[in-house]
């Protein structure tokens, strides 16, 4: 695994990201994290929920991308199909399709080569990225410790902001989290390459997130909010 | 203990007397064996309803459940069961139950069981495989408390995989208790919820039914599929089922950092 992790991964990536608090601005709202141990809650309820998901469709879209060129008849509108019907919360897809798309145009900057559009018109984040890092020469395991660590990082650095946390409490936080990051990793890895060769998406994780569909809900009501979701 | 209920409904024409209310629904198969034992109940209307009577205690755990329930085409199904079914440990393997639902293009379910309440140390793993043709109605619901009163949480997993004409509309899969992943009761999950009461609608036809908007306690989803997921996440059965229904809570869905959280009274206000 090489530099196209650390490129994917890092934080500075002009993909977006920074505007999206993966539900915790709600939680926060509402006083459901508050502290360190809240925040710990709930990053590892995130990261075993929708993280397992997101890891898993990853995982499945840098396998079906080929690991020579970009497959423009892979089974993308697959992993549409089936991504929605693992996220319930109309607010969530969108966010999940608006990072996707500026993903996306990272991508096609630094592969133009590539056929970028065969993923659709507004494609899920977890499937760019997924592909993305097929294109960065990673495997699909490296793809869902991506998607995997994306789904803590981005809520995570959202609560230095909105909780005024010590950013090195928050790492550690963040540390403990790795170990659970690379189970959830392997995890999917091992379910995409299963339903990559057998094609049953029925046995994709469906993980639920019941209360970030709640955080989700209540954060497209609010009229005045600091994130994007 | 090994059970299967079958419940098959068709439509036939109306019988001599009742003319002018259209097709009308029958029950063309009903079979069922303890502890899931269907009988057909009186309603008025061209529908019909069945109400699964618990034969038995349970379920326990090493028990395996499975119902299916058939519905032709243009065909209207109610299915209900007697009373909450209280999932125990048994032989320390999980009590299984799947529901397997087919509704044929026109016709329309609800299937509308009681709670299913897991003991503390009892494990419960349900599926619902719904499999829905064109022009269809559904409503589902699932209630599942972890815990009877004052005891600690039982292992709950439910498995919801919903198709609409060929195409997967809701795949979710739920793990509740000890045995679930960390974070499962966090502000993620159940937001510390130990009932989770989860209701789906099918279409969605916005103007049919009153909408509840989403609240604290309550997820109201919109699915990319056309249907509406409503999920409700409560420390008690009564509030989970006043979030449902959209009466007004009685106690706060879930506890407040702070001490100062009203007590849940013993008696509610009148719905």
Redesign the interface.
């Known amino acids: 695994m090489g530099a196209g992790l650390l490129l994917l991964g890092d934080s500075r990536l002009p993909a977006g990201g920074h505007a999206h608090s993966g539900g915790l601005e709600n939680a926060v709202a509402r006083g459901e994290v508050h502290d360190l141990d809240t925040l710990t809650d709930f990053l590892l309820g995130r990261l075993y929920g929708t993280g397992a998901v997101q890891a898993a469709f990853a995982a499945c879209a840098a396998l079906a991308a080929g690991p020579y060129a970009l497959d423009a008849d892979g089974p993308w509108g697959e992993l549409d199909t089936e991504l929605d019907a693992r996220t319930p919360s109309a607010p969530a897809r969108a966010s999940s399709r608006a990072q996707g798309r500026s993903l996306r145009r990272v991508a096609r900057a630094a592969w133009p080569e590539e056929p970028w559009t065969a993923l659709g018109v507004s494609p899920h984040h977890a499937v760019v990225l997924g592909a993305a890092a097929s294109r960065a020469r990673l495997d699909a395991r490296g793809a869902a410790v991506l998607a995997a660590t994306n789904t803590v990082n981005g809520p995570a650095s959202a609560a230095v902001k909105l909780l005024s946390f010590d950013p090195i409490a928050v790492t550690v936080v963040l540390a403990e989290m790795a170990g659970h990051c690379d189970q959830v990793a392997d995890e999917a890895a091992e379910a995409a390459s299963t339903v990559m060769s057998d094609g049953d998406w029925d046995r994709l994780p469906a993980w639920s997130s019941p209360g970030l569909d709640m955080c989700a809900e209540l954060h497209a009501r609010e009229e005045v909010v600091h994130f994007a979701s | 203990m090994h059970a299967e209920a079958v419940i098959r409904a068709e439509t036939a024409p109306p019988r001599p007397g009742r003319r002018g209310l259209g097709q009308e629904t029958r029950i063309v198969e009903l079979r069922g064996q303890a502890p899931l034992l269907p009988r057909i109940v009186a309603v008025p209307g061209t529908g019909a309803e069945v109400v699964l009577v618990g034969g038995a205690a349970g379920p326990l755990g090493g028990d395996e459940l499975a119902v299916r329930i058939e519905v032709g085409a243009g065909a209207r199904l109610t299915v209900r069961t007697a009373a909450a079914a209280v999932v125990l440990p048994g032989t320390g393997e999980p009590a299984r139950q799947r529901v397997e639902i087919t509704v044929a293009d026109g016709g329309e379910l609800d299937w509308l069981p009681e709670p299913a309440v897991v003991a503390a140390g009892a494990r419960f793993e349900t599926a619902l495989h719904v499999t829905l043709g064109r022009a269809t109605r559904l409503l589902l619901r699932e209630t599942l408390l972890l815990g009877r009163a004052a005891e600690p949480c039982g292992d709950a997993v439910s ?1 919801w ?1 919903i198709a609409a004409e060929g ?9 509740y208790g000890p045995g679930a ?11 510390g919820g130990t009932v ?1 009461a989860t209701e789906l609608r099918f279409p969605d036809i916005p103007g049919t039914t009153p909408r509840l ?13 056309g249907g509406l ?1 409503t ?1 409700v ?1 409560a420390t008690d059965a009564l509030t989970a089922d006043r979030l449902l229904r959209g009466q007004p809570a009685v106690s706060r869905a ?1 506890p ?2 702070s001490p100062s959280a009203p007590p849940v009274p013993l008696v509610g206000s009148p719905s």
Request: with cysteine.
């Open positions: 498995r995989d195409r997967p509309l809701l795949r979710q899969v739920s793990a992943k960390p974070g499962w009761r966090g502000p993620a999950g159940t937001a989770v908007p989403s609240a604290p306690g309550r997820a109201v989803c919109e699915l990319a599929g997921l999920t996440m879930v407040a950092p």
